[in-house]
Nanobody
């Protein structure tokens, strides 16, 4: 199996910055796309940012210019640098990875447990 563990969430004031990290471990053969999603109270889960194994990125319009996604393929990690945070960024942030696991030699999409980001003054 494959596990994802997020870290870095917390309370930050509007305009502040936070860096989220996600580490993948377990029976991993390869990881293709990795990404960050978020879910605000009463709302559905939405894509925040995604990055391919080759480094191609995709951002939600609401975070373009403020957030930066990056990954380290050798370490199986993905980070999300969040700057100029706004109250509307408040949500539980989830790491996502599309993997091939050696446990079954098949495709497996994995989610982390989530980390809470609260932007409030």
């Amino acid at each position: 199996q494959v596990q994802l563990v997020e870290s870095g969430g917390g309370l930050v004031q509007p305009g502040g910055s936070l860096r989220l990290s996600c580490a993948a471990s377990g029976s991993i053969f390869s990881i293709n796309d990795m990404g960050w999603y978020r879910q605000a109270p009463g709302k559905g889960r939405e894509l925040v940012a995604a990055i391919s194994r080759g480094g191609s990125t995709n951002y939600a319009d609401s975070v373009k210019g403020r957030f930066t996604i990056s990954r380290d393929n050798a370490k199986n990690t993905v980070d999300l640098q969040m700057n100029s945070l706004k109250p509307e960024d408040t949500a539980v942030y989830y790491c996502n990875a599309k993997t091939i696991t050696t446990a079954t030699w098949s495709y497996l999409e994995v989610w982390g447990q989530g980390t809470l980001v609260t932007v409030s003054s």
